[in-house]
């Protein structure tokens, strides 16, 4: 129904101000110069954050535990679901932590007199992509596919850039006007098979949830 990419996003104002060079990579997020700066929300409570655990272990590899320690040393904080971090912890929205993991689109929602304050760190993003389907033996398949139908609809389809920060699948939906100038997509977005995330998912959740509740 919708695809999107969750990126790490920062504070540009922000950075700016303190006259700090903001991060641009995932690696960056370990160094000293960014520490107690970073927010993220859960892998097993949210789906941004379950596509940041994805990134990491797409770009680390079997190292990705050892990135996640080096990640919680330097003072990363994880909460429950991207609104806490997003509208609570976020320096935009007044918090105390200018890098946090939002959308490739976040940026087009944070435009003042023709500018962004924000910025999406395009080598840092995975690809989610949102669907509904009638599971079989449903007890009203009518109702879920008119359910579905429903999601495909042009007035909901048109609905989520501004409601869910999202691109449609509809590509005959138009786009805010903002999303040309400030909605950049990476050219590429690191990879986890679906295959290996079936085969993996709950082993990478658990090892993810012991290393976080230390």
């Known amino acids: 129904m919708d695809t999107g990419n969750v990126c790490v ?44 655990l994805l990134s990491t272990i797409g770009a680390y590899g079997e190292g990705w535990t050892g990135y996640w320690e080096d990640l919680l040393a330097n003072g990363a904080k994880v909460v429950k679901g991207w609104e806490d971090a997003y509208y609570v912890d976020f320096t935009y929205s007044g918090g105390d932590r200018p890098i946090v993991l939002s959308y490739d689109t976040s940026p087009a929602f944070t435009v003042e007199g023709g500018e962004s304050s924000t910025r999406a760190l395009l080598d840092t993003c995975f690809r989610q992509v949102e669907y509904a389907g009638v599971l079989e033996g449903a007890q009203n398949p009518e109702g879920a596919r008119a359910v579905v139908d429903w999601l495909l609809s042009p007035a909901v389809q048109a609905a989520l850039p501004t409601s869910m920060y999202v691109f449609p699948v509809d590509d005959e939906v138009e786009l805010p006007a903002d999303w040309a ?17 079936a085969d993996h998912r709950r082993e990478w959740l658990t090892a993810w949830s012991e290393l976080t509740s230390r």
């Open 181 to 197: 100038a400030f909605a950049a997509q990476p050219d590429s977005t690191v990879e986890v098979t679906p295959e290996e995330i």
């Open 9 to 52: 996003n920062v504070d540009t104002d922000w950075f700016a101000a303190e006259g700090l060079e903001p991060p641009g990579s995932l690696d960056d997020l370990t160094d000293p110069a960014y520490q107690d700066l970073f927010v993220t929300s859960g892998a097993t409570t949210s789906t941004p954050g379950m596509a940041f």
